[in-house]
């Protein structure tokens, strides 16, 4: 087991009142890990400050290491960081194009790809990889717009992948979909954890147990604990734990 990231003693705070205290955590290479806790938790405090994506906002103020690999990622180039480290929100916000022009649109900023062959691999490639090329590798030419919510989301996860990251972020990517929706982001999340590393942060305790190899659980900017996911659910071993997943609060 590699440790893709390492937190060490993670402190966050908005205008000086802390939302993380002393967060120390691995996730583990080509796993997913997921967070839950109730609302106000720092669940996404955790998630944004992976990416560095606070660090514009002046209320907020951080202490503390985290290590992609062995490098510590404050020291690093931020857009380099966000290519190796991407993050999908809860609102799918595709680009008002066609869906392939979704998909090759950042690679060619960054220039990534030249040829025409290229664009059409990456395309084909990572809609495979988010579970949606069967779905719509007769319309690519089709608006992005004019998808379901759900494959929106997957198209999403493929414009991301379509950077060539490392570590994929995700904050509540189901929480406005319908069922059969989020069956079909879960299942491309299981697929690619075999080439990438997953932070899932998620109110819906189910989809932790289905999805994850390892679950925190956080509470008033607390990791209260963290165990592989079938351990964590079975036998909790902090109370407050047990009554956040049996839904006593939160
Ligand atoms: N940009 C911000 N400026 C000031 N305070 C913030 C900001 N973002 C979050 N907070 C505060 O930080 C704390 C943690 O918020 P965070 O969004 O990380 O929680 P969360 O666990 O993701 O909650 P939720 O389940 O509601 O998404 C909360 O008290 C919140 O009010
Ligand atoms: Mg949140």
Redesign the pocket.
């Known amino acids: 087991m590699v440790n893709k990231i390492k937190v060490k003693q993670l402190s966050c705070y908005?205008?000086k009142k802390c939302?993380l205290k002393s967060l120390s955590i691995n996730i583990v290479q080509n796993e997913i890990l997921s967070v839950i806790?109730?609302?106000?938790?720092?669940?996404?405090?955790f998630l944004r400050t992976l990416n560095r994506m606070n660090d514009l906002?002046i209320?907020y103020y951080r202490d503390g290491v985290v290590y992609l690999d062995d490098n510590n990622i404050f020291d690093m180039n931020m857009e380099k960081l966000r290519r190796r480290v991407g993050m999908l929100f809860a609102m799918p916000i595709p680009l008002p194009m066609s869906i392939y022009e979704n998909i090759v649109y950042a690679p060619k900023l960054f220039g990534l790809i030249k040829t025409k062959s290229e664009q059409n691999d990456i395309v084909e490639q990572t809609l495979k990889d988010a579970s949606l090329w069967d779905e719509v590798k007769d319309r690519l030419n089709f608006s992005a717009m004019k998808m379901s919510g759900g494959q929106q989301q997957r198209l999403c996860i493929a414009r991301i992948l379509a950077v060539n990251p490392e570590v994929i972020l995700f904050d509540e990517p189901c929480s406005g979909l319908d069922p059969i929706s989020t069956a079909k982001v879960e299942e491309a999340m299981i697929e690619l954890k075999r080439k990438y590393t997953i932070v899932l942060?998620t109110?819906n305790v189910k989809q932790a147990s289905r999805v994850s190899d390892k679950t925190a659980f956080?509470l008033m900017g607390r990791l209260i604990e963290i165990d592989k996911t079938g351990e964590l659910f079975v036998s909790p071993k902090k109370k407050e734990t047990e009554d956040y997943i049996t839904g006593r609060f939160g």
């Not at 806790?37 to 405090?45: E, I, R």
Request: aromatic fraction near 12%; charged fraction near 5%; proline fraction near 6%.
């Open positions: 908005y205008n939302v806790g109730p609302a106000n938790s720092g669940k996404t405090t906002n209320a942060v109110n956080f």
